[in-house]
């Protein structure tokens, strides 16, 4: 069973504007990561946060876990038409990663 | 710098057929290795992951084998493909020190099944 569930499924926005993303997840963590999907290419590593961090920020990212809701959000400031592109959340143990259906974010010029 | 390469970009395959897809690693040593299928508009499903030479972990019962012949080399096989192989496969991998968890994938390989 999928460990993330991310929120919305789908989000159209306007260039410039901020794009919000969340992410639930079931089971306990030690980390929750975030990664990026340009159509028909590979995913691409954006952000890691772990267990005993509650806020993260790299650029203009910014994720927030609160381990007590079992959820993330990642937050995308003045959102550019190169941001269009889908968004996984990822939880796993040692080895392995459970990712999400992700969020397929639009943001149009 | 570490770089993963992955063959061919597409494939078209008629049912029953065999198949070879192969995941390079270049500038790492001892690397955890994974293959994961996702369907159109859907998450990414594990298929197998390798943290070492000839050591494969399978997480989804089916029609699908892989091999580990050399430290970074990663392969997907198939001795015969269904309809329901169809998909995009990618390969990735992780650093094999104890604390690393990103994981980075490769570009990816569309195999339509006909």
């Known amino acids: 069973s999928q460990q993330g569930e991310e929120d919305p499924q789908a989000l159209s926005i306007q260039e410039g504007e901020n794009a919000t993303m969340n992410c639930s997840y079931k089971t306990s963590i030690n980390n929750l990561q975030w990664y990026r999907q340009n159509s028909g290419r590979g995913l691409v590593h954006l952000i890691l946060i772990r267990s005993n961090e509650r806020e993260k920020h790299s650029g203009r990212l910014r994720v927030t876990l609160d381990t007590s809701k079992k959820s993330s959000s990642l937050l995308i400031t003045a959102s550019r038409a190169a941001d269009t592109a889908s968004y996984f959340c990822a939880t796993g143990s040692n080895y392995k990663l459970t990712f999400g259906k992700g969020t397929l974010l639009t943001v149009n010029p | 710098s570490q770089t993963i390469h992955q063959w061919p970009a597409t494939l078209v395959q008629p049912v029953g057929s065999p198949l070879s897809l192969e995941c390079t690693v270049e500038g790492t040593s001892n690397p955890n290795l994974y293959w994961y299928r996702q369907a159109a508009g859907r998450g990414l499903q594990l298929l197998f992951y390798?943290?070492?030479?000839?050591?494969i972990s399978s997480e989804v019962p089916q029609n699908l084998s892989a091999s580990r012949p050399q430290d970074r080399q990663f392969i997907l096989s198939s001795k015969k493909l269904l309809l329901s192989d169809s998909g995009f496969y990618l390969c990735?991998?992780?650093?094999?020190?104890?604390?690393?968890?990103?994981?980075?994938f490769g570009p990816g390989t569309r195999l339509t099944v006909t």
């Open positions: 390798s943290v070492g030479i000839g050591q």
């Open positions: 990735a991998w992780r650093p094999g020190t104890v604390g690393s968890y990103e994981q980075y």
